[in-house]
């Protein structure tokens, strides 16, 4: 049984010492808890309403739009699963591992469960169009706003984080440059892959306080540099995008035999019977598209293997002393299939127009409430108090408009594909609302 504080649990699993269970200074102390650090990390997750919210967030087809497409949350949950099952397969099929020593799950499954917190409402495409608002300020990143959620606001309340542990929030930290060095590097401000300039002292914190930013170029090459458990996820996450965003794209019409053999046919690559995308065509025809995705998943993650390396922090942690080692024929497979969806799928106008109308909709609310709490302008001449009491109050608090925007942000990330859609009908649609209509 562990005791109390997860001291048993670090006697049971050698991998992980106090340097990976620390958490931000000042978080309260935790004292009696049967559970592990990172049982504690992923329970404090699942029970947040930010978490919650994935359900009507847009994955590839507006939340919503039918039952059985997946949401942000049905992806995650997807992510986390597919996650846990790796950190199974490294321990039964790896020499490195033992049976105390271990890549733990738990942690891996709340690395997982938290990495798409930070995306707001309507897809990828709200993400640019908020970066592109934020320009002027910082910028937008989903990444990014995980992080943010993580340390500071993950209750969407003022000043509240989550007091992660070092290896939990340096699991979700996939990017490590900031913005204001992407933008110096090539002179534009960076469309993703960042974290924001006042997150730099969570990316020295979670690296053991060296100022690790100082010591390598920013972009993918530090970008590379990621814990075991980070590894993990990203190519959870990849599994989970390429193929079970494919099943979605089948029932919705836009994956069949002619767009996949016409695709596959201007991009030279192979269809025939012993291929991938030969394979997934006989899943269309036979309507068998669930057990496609189900047996290329236990193939994706079988296709990983421990490897022991030397860097930075491989003496401080275990958790940069391995890296995850992935099959280079399922990583191109991975890509074909991302290629497919992302230019079959993700260009298509149908999908397009929706990406438009949403960024259309963030456009107008992101003016609108610029206009009057970061510029604090009247709008025809009145003050109208269009946030609730908690968030306008402290946006007015802000002291600058740097500030104050990004409280407006953190405001419009936080929406679902719902709250934002009624939010603007709100405001703009004379025939909606009534005296009754105050919930988002």
């Known amino acids: 049984m562990r005791s109390s504080g997860g001291h048993q649990w670090a006697v049971l699993n050698r991998f992980y010492q106090g340097f990976d269970t620390e958490r931000l200074p000042g978080a309260a102390p935790i004292e009696g808890d049967f559970r592990s650090p990172f049982q504690i990390d992923r329970d404090r997750v699942l029970h947040t309403p930010a978490f919650r919210r994935l359900q009507n967030k847009t994955q590839v087809f507006w939340s919503g739009e039918y039952d059985f497409y997946r949401t942000r949350l049905t992806h995650s949950l997807e992510v986390a699963q597919i996650g846990r099952s ?240 992935v099959d280079e024929e399922r990583q191109a497979e991975s890509e074909v299939f991302k290629q497919l969806a992302f230019e079959v799928v993700f260009l298509s106008p149908q999908l397009k127009q929706l990406e438009h109308k949403g960024s259309l909709m963030l456009r107008r609310l992101w003016d609108l409430l610029h206009e009057r709490y970061v510029e604090g302008k009247p709008i025809d001449g009145q003050l109208f108090q269009l946030l609730p009491d908690e968030q306008a109050c402290e946006i007015e608090e802000a002291e600058t408009p740097s500030e104050r925007a990004r409280l407006v942000c953190d405001f419009l990330a936080g929406m679902t594909d719902g709250f934002a859609a009624r939010m603007y009908q709100r405001l703009f649609s004379p025939g909606f609302g009534s005296i009754g209509d105050f919930v988002g």
């Open 86 to 325: 790796i950190c199974a397969w490294l321990q039964a099929s790896s020499e490195l591992f033992e049976e105390d020593f271990f890549v733990d799950s738990d942690l891996v499954e709340a690395v997982c469960l938290s990495h798409d917190l930070g995306h707001p409402p309507f897809g990828h495409a709200g993400e640019r169009s908020l970066n592109y608002f934020l320009a002027p300020y910082g910028g937008f990143e989903g990444n990014a706003q995980t992080l943010r959620m993580l340390t500071e606001r993950i209750f969407s309340q003022r000043k509240t984080g989550m007091d992660p542990s070092r290896a939990f929030l340096d699991g979700v930290l996939k990017y490590k440059s900031l913005w204001s060095e992407l933008k110096s590097a090539t002179g534009t401000a960076p469309k993703n892959h960042f974290v924001y300039d006042s997150q730099k002292c969570y990316v020295d914190w979670v690296l053991g306080g060296r100022d690790f930013l100082a010591e390598q170029v920013p972009g993918k090459a530090r970008d590379s540099f990621k814990s075991v458990e980070c590894q993990i996820m990203d190519w959870a996450d990849d599994t989970a995008y390429s193929l079970n965003d494919l099943a979605d794209s089948v029932r919705a019409g836009f994956l069949t035999e002619s767009s996949v053999r016409t695709w596959a046919e201007k991009e030279g690559k192979p269809a025939d019977e012993k291929s991938a995308l030969g394979d997934l065509i006989r899943a269309i025809n036979r309507g068998r598209i669930d057990s496609f995705v189900g047996r290329r998943i236990g193939l994706y993650v079988r296709a990983t293997r421990a490897v022991e390396e030397s860097n930075l922090l491989s003496g401080e942690s275990n958790r940069y002393r391995f890296r995850i080692a």
